[in-house]
T-cell receptor, first 114, second 114 residues
């Protein structure tokens, strides 16, 4: 079984400041890693995913994430946030099993203020 | 454009009633999923399907059922609604060719059980 821990339920930040949203996972098998974003009153959409290769993954809207196998982490970063980045961010994992079920973390609410 | 839709978007029902939430996708995806989203819990998998006539239980399947009679639709039925099933429900689909497939989410259905 897999589990995902998002260490911060809420992260307040000022516009144009950098931000890091933390994600740690636990799994008895190798996993693929995902970050999804949910804007208010909408469904989730994929920001980025790590499948293999370079541990630094770039996604949409200027976000990137770094996979650290030894620390079982997949933290999401953006060097300069905008008001429009205010949303809930979910980290998720999917096992190397041939099936695409996702296990999600509880989410981190990113609040960007002017 | 291909899309995934859910209906109704909002539903209020009474305890004990049977409720069906619709999910329809036009991507011709093999895989379809139902999640519920609750504050403090993130998204939890209810049921999923890898193709027509295939259904599987997820983490929180008790009190819910699904059936897959065609590729496009995966309706979710609450057999006898309970107040604990008040939640926001999301449907998702993925192509199904690999466990790395991105899941695409619908806009959600907000269900209130009184």
């Amino acid at each position: 079984a897999q589990s995902v821990t998002q260490l911060d339920s809420q992260v307040p930040v000022f516009e144009e400041a950098p931000v890091e949203l933390r994600c740690n996972y636990s799994s008895s098998v190798s996993v693929y890693l995902f970050w999804y974003v949910q804007y208010p009153n909408q469904g989730l959409q994929l920001l980025l995913k790590y499948l293999s290769g370079s541990t630094l993954v770039k996604g949409i809207n200027g976000f990137e994430a770094e996979f650290n196998k030894s620390q079982t982490s997949f933290h999401l970063r953006k060097p300069s946030v905008h008001i429009s980045d205010t949303a809930e961010y979910f980290c998720a994992v999917s096992p190397f099993s041939g099936y695409s079920t996702l296990t999600f973390g509880k989410g981190t609410m990113l609040l960007v203020s002017p | 454009d291909a899309e995934i839709t859910q209906s109704p978007r909002h539903k209020i029902t009474e305890t004990g009633r049977q409720v069906t939430l619709a999910c329809h996708q036009t991507w011709n995806h093999n895989n379809m999923f139902w999640y519920r989203q609750d504050l403090g819990h993130g998204l939890r998998l209810i049921h999923y399907s890898y193709g027509v006539q295939d259904t599987n239980k997820g983490e929180v399947s008790d009190g819910y059922s699904v059936s897959r009679s065609n590729t496009e639709d995966l309706p979710l039925t609450l057999e006898s609604a309970a107040s604990s099933q008040t939640s926001v429900y999301f449907c998702a689909s993925s192509e199904g060719l690999a466990d790395t497939d991105t899941q695409y989410f619908g806009p959600g259905t907000r269900l209130t059980v009184l």
